[in-house]
């Protein structure tokens, strides 16, 4: 596969590779540079994710026209999910015009992109990773971890297993053991889970598992002795099926391990088999092809040959579906953006004030065709996560199934320690944090006047 792709209204078919459209993006259009993987041990997550993307610009731009007249076009370097490869693509394609955002979808190449992009003023989009204090937009204007980061995640995992058990004050003496990618990604949540475990009055043991993950043997035999009442599965890639059939070896039942929202596609379980069904996981989108969004892109992206996916049967898997909802998000930021600074190309600094403005409530989420698919976002300055709300599904063997209503997280405990965190941030990189008050009293100032 090329380590260079280009897409402007060509687009994967049938597995084959993009070819390149040569040319600037023009005074019409806005670019998305894409950090893609299509190849190596989080292949899976990278075609579903970066091909439900494209499908959603390209059915904005087939069955819409673009955003207000603006085309929206992208283009694609490889990097097989490796940061030096990921920081290459970056500066190979930066110069691009009109470049709108940067979606790579890898924790490492986002922490690697932090300082670049505020220098650059175009904004980062870590949607379900990504620095979880990044969430204070106050210290991080240009990046924004959409829908949910690290800390809320965990967060919502314990509460959802208080609800298992009958409220939260029954997780007191339970013991939950944390089985974490090696990486900075997998080590993110290390600190939440031992002051969630003290403040609620359970155990936790967290367990490293070397990348990529594909030997695990040692680490559920000590499960195995832990006895712990669940098991969080903080995975990756092929570390997810081989957690789960490990699992089933030792004896651990899958009803009990909880996948956090990287361990929740049908890659990590139909490789699986059996060991996988009655497994539970985190999500902030649901699966399936019935929404009008998906429809639409069906009738209108793969029945017209223009699809990402090499495989139809992807199509509302969830991989798919977060490329979909990240592509509703980059979309009407973009609309947003235009509403304040005009219907033409946007420069990534326009952009990202489209972003902090990115307000989707259930109404809109329904107008846009993704009723059910997920909750709702309320971006602000000093929240460039939105309200971190989620909900969790159970793999019958066949399918997933969302089994909880959506779930918030504990903003009280998870905010002092973000703000903890940014401020550190700030203060090792002499940066000033924005007033958000001032600023969006200055923004109605402004639309105020005649």
């Known amino acids: 596969m090329p380590a260079f792709r280009t897409a402007l209204r060509s687009v994967l078919v049938a597995g084959t590779a993009l070819v390149a459209l040569t040319g600037s993006a023009g005074a019409d259009e806005q ?15 990278g075609t579903g994710f970066f091909g439900g993307f494209i499908d959603y610009l390209n059915l904005i731009n087939t069955r819409d026209g673009g955003v207000n007249g603006v085309k929206l076009t992208w283009s694609e370097g490889e990097t097989q999910y490796e940061v030096e490869r990921g920081v290459e693509v970056y500066e190979r394609l930066k110069s691009r ?13 986002a922490y690697a992109m932090v300082d670049r992009i505020t220098k650059d003023k175009v904004p980062l989009i870590t949607i379900n990773h990504g620095r979880t204090d990044s969430t ?6 240009y990046v924004f971890p959409l829908l949910l980061n690290p800390y809320s995640e965990t967060s919502g995992i314990v509460e959802y297993l208080g609800s298992r058990e009958g409220g939260l004050d029954r997780l007191k003496g339970k013991t939950i053991a944390v089985l974490y990618h090696g990486s900075p990604y997998g080590k993110e949540t290390i600190p939440i889970y031992e002051l969630l475990a003290k403040k609620h009055g359970f155990k936790v043991e967290q367990i490293e598992v070397p990348h990529p993950g594909n030997e695990q043997q040692s680490q559920w035999l000590t499960i195995r002795r832990l006895k712990p009442d669940y098991v969080v599965l903080r995975g990756w890639g092929v570390m997810n099926p081989v957690a789960l059939k490990t699992a089933q070896k030792t004896g651990f039942p899958a009803n009990r391990i909880v996948g956090n ?5 049908e ?41 990402n996916l090499a495989d139809k049967k992807r199509i509302g898997s969830v991989y798919h579906n977060l490329g979909i909802v990240n592509g509703i998000l980059n979309v009407e930021a973009v609309r947003a953006a235009q509403a304040k600074f005009g219907k033409r190309t946007l420069t990534g600094d ?23 698919l997920f909750h709702s976002i309320n971006v602000t300055c000093a929240n460039h996560e939105g309200d971190g709300r989620v909900t969790f599904q159970q793999w019958d063997g066949a399918k997933w199934k969302v089994v ?4 918030a997280p504990d903003w009280a405990t998870l905010r002092p320690i973000i703000e903890a965190s940014s401020a550190t941030y700030a203060k090792e990189h002499g940066i000033t944090p924005r007033n958000c008050a001032a600023e969006e009293n200055a923004t109605h100032a402004a639309a105020a006047t005649p």
Do not use: C
């Open 136 to 141: 204070d937009g106050r210290v991080f204007p």
């Open 267 to 307: 890659e990590d379980v139909i490789p699986a088999g059996e060991a996988a069904k009655g497994y539970v996981a985190i999500t902030t989108q649901a699966s399936g092809a019935e929404y009008p969004v998906l429809k639409d892109i069906i009738k209108t992206v793969y029945d017209g040959n223009t699809g």
């Open 97 to 109: 015009p009109g470049i709108a955002a940067w979606n790579p979808l890898s924790v490492g190449i």
């Open 404 to 407: 909880s209503d959506w779930i």
């Open 350 to 372: 326009e952009v990202r004030w489209g972003f902090e403005h990115l307000r989707l409530d259930e109404a809109r989420v329904a107008a846009l065709g993704a009723k059910g």
């Open 31 to 45: 670019h998305f540079p894409l950090q893609s993987y299509r190849v190596g041990p989080y292949a899976a997550g």
């Open 261 to 265: 929202v990287w361990s929740n596609s």
